[in-house]
């Protein structure tokens, strides 16, 4: 009897430890990933980094691509060409190379520069890739004295009133000074949308050239 109670109890034993030492084995299974999950989640990480390589690729192809996306909302503000009427915005002329100054009709100097700007139109000749723009930042100013004036001097570029946005937008870009006429305030936009605010003060037809030539000279 005490031969059949010590059996019993060694078969118990073994079933105990049996069952506590296989529960861990079957949860490690149950936790251990299979061979399909791996390969699937590499799959998923190669597709990511495919489609990660693909955009890098299309920035490298257009470089202008994150420029264009971050222009100036200036850009896209409505103008109006007071010699035709005509509404046109600084994002419709892009992959041209644009040359803009800030000016008012009662400024002398600005009407220097201007004399300069007529003359590197000359020494550029007809380009359909290059516009000029005249902006007339007085708000005491309107369309109708603006048109006035350019046709008096026989400018044949694109002049338009400043809208206040624009305006706004010119000094915090740019500094208050593009709000001075008399420093004639000048800025050049590369073919990418690229702002480049050139020295105060006239200058003269070759100078302007120098700067505007590389600028033309680089392909989209």
Known sequence: MKLRTTFFSLVSLTAFLVTACGAPAEDAMMDKPTEEAM???????????????????????????????????????????????????VQDLKGKVILVETMAVWCSKCLRQQGQVKELHGLLGERDDFVSIGLDIDPNEDASKLKDFVDAQGFDWLYAVSPAEVSRDLSSLYGDQFLNPPSTPMLAIDRHGVVHPLPFGIKSAEDLLNFIQPLLDENM
């Open 39 to 89: 390969h699937d989640t590499m799959m998923t990480e190669e597709a990511m980094d495919e489609s990660m390589a693909t955009e890098e690729a299309m920035m490298e192809d257009n470089p202008a691509a994150d420029v264009m996306m971050d222009s100036p909302s200036w850009f896209s503000v409505a103008l109006t060409n007071v010699r035709t009427g005509e509404a046109f915005t």
